[in-house]
C-alpha cells in the first residue's frame, strides 16, 4: 500500500495524532533511568514505554532528530534504536529532519533516512533552495513506498521574515511553495487522493486554514504546533477534510503528561491517556465543524 | 580571537580554499582501503591524508555532514573522528548542515553542532522558517567564539523557484534575507568588519556579484559552485573584497584531484597541488580586477 494511503487508514482507526518524541534527557523520571544502564539507555526506554501504550491511539510518530543528536553519537544511537522499534512495531515514522540541499548532497541525505540505520518512512525538508531540493527523494517514492513533508507556512513569529513575504506573483512565498510542491505532488498521488509529498503548516492561524485546505488538495499536512505550543483544536479542524487529510503533532504535553499525573510515575500511561484526550478534543471540533 | 577574524587572517595567510570534505566510500583509493581497518576508517583515513597535507593551503575545511549520515552510525564516527582531528590540528572548520529550525529544536541543533562530539567552529543554516531559526545559535556567537553561514543565494537552477522570487517591497526574496541576515549581523562584528553571521552565495552569477558584495557590506561569504560545479576564478574575485571576505569552497576536485595524477596514489598530494592552483587561479583573477 503507498504509504500516504497507510497514513491516511491509519488516521481512519485511530485518529489524527502524531507523537512527537522530541526527548530531552531531562524529560526522563527517576525510575526510568534506575533501571537504565545509561542516559542513552534511559531515553529509548523512555520512548518505549510510550510507544508500547500508544500505538493503537497514535496515527504516527515523528521523531525530532535535534533532540538525539544534541548527545552525539550516542544520542544518535538511541535514535536509531527509537526507530528501529517503531518499524518492529508496524508504527509509520516521520524523522523530523528539516533538511534541505540539493544533488549529490541531498542524494546522500535520501541514502541516510530512507535506508540503513536511521529509516524513516516520511522525512520533512526545507524548500527554500528550490524544488531540485525536492527532486533527490523522489526515487525513494516511485514505488509508493516513502514520503515527505516540505515545510511550507510555519507559524513562529519568523514566519513573516519570509514566508509570508508577498510576492508580484500576487500571493506569498508559502502559497509559491505550496502551489509547487502540489504539482509536483501529481505525480505521487495514493488511492486516498492524497500526495506522498506532504506540507508542514502551523495551526495557529485559522483563518486562513480554509483557504489553504482548499488551495493545496492534493497535499497531506503535517500540522505542528497545537497543544503545548498554543495550538487549539478548533484551528487544527479547518486545516482537516473530515477529519483526514492532516496529522497533528503533540510533543511535550504527550511526553510530559505524566507530570500531571502522580508526578513521577507511568510515562506510558498518561501519556496515552493525553493522546487520547487530544484524539477526542479534535474529533469533537471536527465534527463540530460541520 | 573573534571566529571571524581568525578566518579573515587565515585568509590572509594561506588564500580564499575551503576545501570540501564531502568524502564519500567510493572517492577511497586501493592504497587506502588496503591499510584501513574498514570503511569507517578508510573514510577518516582519506580524509586525514588531505588535511595533512593542505593545512597552509587551505584556510579552513567544510564537513558535509550528509556524505557521513548517509552511512548511518558509524558514518557518523568518521564525521566525529574527522572534525576532532581538524580541531587537533587548529584548523577551521565549518560543518554543512544548513539546519533550519526553532526554538528548542534549533537550540538543540547549537548544543550539538556548537559542542561535544560534532563540535564545528560555523555552521550552516537554511533560513527559511525566518529569523528565528537563527537567533537560537546567537548565545554561541556572544563571546566570538561561534559563527553561522547562512543560505542567502545559491546558484542551483532551482534557486529561481523560492530565493529568486520579486517581492513587493521591490526586491527579491534573498536580498529581503541577505538585509535580515546584515542586520542582526551588525551586533556580532569582529575586528576585520565581517560579521559572525556570513552568509552562503552561490558563484555563478557574476552580474549581480558587485551588487551584493555592496548591499551586504558586513557579510563574509561562503561560496560554493566553484570547480566541479562550474564557478570560475573570475566570478569568484568578484564576490571578494582585494581578496578577502569571503570563502571559496571546492570538494569533489580537490579529493578526487589524484586520478588526474598517476591515478590512484597519494591522494594528499594531489589534493595539495590542486588547491594551491585553486588559490593561485583566484589570486590572480583578483589581482586582475584591480
Known amino acids: 500500500m ?104 541531498a542524494k546522500m541525505y535520501a541514502k541516510a533516512h530512507f535506508e540503513g540505520d536511521f529509516e524513516a518512512d516520511f522525512i520533512t525538508l526545507s524548500p527554500y533552495m528550490g524544488m531540485d531540493s525536492i527532486e533527490p527523494y523522489l526515487p525513494y517514492m516511485k514505488d509508493g513506498k516513502k514520503g515527505v513533508f516540505s515545510l511550507v507556512r510555519t507559524s513562529n513569529p519568523g514566519a513573516n521574515d519570509i514566508e509570508f513575504l ?59 504546533g497545537y497543544g503545548a505550543q498554543g495550538g487549539r483544536a478548533e484551528d487544527v479542524a479547518m486545516y482537516l477534510n473530515n477529519g483526514n487529510g492532516g496529522v497533528v503533532n503533540s510533543s511535550r504535553k504527550i511526553l510530559l503528561a505524566y507530570k500531571e499525573g502522580n508526578g513521577n510515575e507511568r510515562v506510558g500511561y498518561y501519556a496515552r491517556l493525553e493522546a487520547i484526550r487530544m484524539r477526542d478534543e479534535i474529533r469533537e471540533a471536527v465534527s463540530n465543524k460541520f
Chains 1, 2 share one sequence.
Open 2 to 105: 503507498n504509504i500516504i494511503d497507510r497514513l491516511y487508514k491509519s488516521i481512519e482507526e485511530k485518529g489524527v495524532v502524531c507523537l512527537g518524541l522530541d526527548t530531552s534527557i531531562e524529560y526522563v523520571p527517576e525510575y526510568i533511568m534506575e533501571t537504565s544502564k545509561n542516559e542513552v539507555d534511559a531515553i529509548f526506554n523512555f520512548n518505549k514505554e510510550i510507544i508500547d501504550e500508544t500505538l493503537d491511539v497514535a496515527a504516527c510518530y515523528k521523531v525530532q532528530i535535534a533532540y538525539y543528536e544534541a548527545l552525539g553519537l550516542k544520542g544518535l544511537d538511541a535514535y536509531k534504536r527509537t526507530l528501529e522499534y517503531l518499524r518492529e512495531k508496524n508504527a509509520i515514522i516521520i524523522a523530523d529532519i528539516k533538511r534541505g540541499d540539493i544533488a549529490a548532497t
Open 166 to 224: 508577498d510576492t508580484t506573483k500576487g500571493h506569498k512565498v508559502y502559497h509559491e511553495v505550496g502551489d509547487r510542491l502540489c504539482n509536483i505532488g501529481n505525480d505521487y498521488l495514493g488511492e486516498s487522493g492524497y500526495s506522498q509529498i506532504g506540507g508542514v503548516l502551523g495551526c495557529t492561524h485559522k483563518e486562513e486554514a480554509k483557504e489553504l485546505r482548499e488551495r493545496f488538495k492534493n497535499m497531506f499536512f503535517l500540522i505542528p
